[in-house]
Structure formats: C-alpha cells, structure tokens
Nanobody, 125 residues
Framework: QLQLVESGGGLVQPGGSLRLSCAASTLDYYDIGWFRQGPGKEREGVSCISSSDGRIYYVDSVKGRFTISRDNAKNTVYLQLNSLKPEDTAVYYC????????????????????WGQGTQVTVSS
C-alpha cells in the first residue's frame, strides 16, 4: 500500500509563499498530483507530474504562480506556491496513480488511487 504524507501548509498573507511536500513510500512508476478542496467547493486538480518524462500539467488559475517538482531519490514531490491569493485557501492533497491517460486528462481526482491526509493552506491578512 502506497503511503503519502503532506506537509508544509500554514497561514500566509496574500502575496506570500509556501512550499508543500509530499513524502511517498515510493515514487516508482507513479504519476503524482496535487489537488485542493476549498470551503464549499469540489476537489480540483491543481498540478500533476508524470512518473517518467517530467511532463507537467497546471490548472489555469495557478499557472505562473505554482511550481511542481519531484525528487525521485528522496521519494518526494513538491508544490511551490507563490503569489498566493485568498482564493487559494483550501486543504491540499497529494495523490498517486499509475499512468493511464495523457496528463491533462488524468489530472482529476477520480483518476487517482492513493491519497494523503491533506495539509491546510490559509491565505488571509
């Protein structure tokens, strides 16, 4: 059973930055996604990264502000959050799946099988 543990959330002012980490028991052969669920909202795919060739997907609302990366040697995936806005407030989850679809189609929650417990990000002044 793949284990995923997120960390790095917190309270930050608008315009601030955070770096989220997703530590996995292994990253071998898994595509990884970051998802978020804000108050009263559905869970949405924020960014996904492939297991092998480094392909990356971002939802339009975070392009240019968030950066996903993976360190396979450390079995860790990161999500750098810059220029944060109040609407980025949510619980952020990382999730894993074996590759099934092109990344832009796969970066939706129901395509992912393994989930972490989530980390809260609150953007407020």
């Amino acid at each position: 059973q793949l284990q995923l543990v997120e960390s790095g959330g917190g309270l930050v002012q608008p315009g601030g930055s955070l770096r989220l980490s997703c530590a996995a028991s292994t990253l071998d052969y898994y595509d990884i996604g970051w998802f978020r669920q804000g108050p009263g909202k559905e869970r949405e795919g924020v960014s996904c990264i492939s297991s092998s060739d480094g392909r990356i997907y971002y939802v339009d609302s975070v392009k240019g502000r968030f950066t996903i990366s993976r360190d396979n040697a450390k079995n860790t995936v990161y999500l750098q959050l810059n220029s944060l806005k109040p609407e980025d407030t949510a619980v952020y989850y990382c999730a894993a799946t074996h590759p099934k679809l092109p990344l832009f189609r796969q970066c939706v929650s129901h395509q992912y099988n393994y989930w972490g417990q989530g980390t809260q990000v609150t953007v407020s002044s």
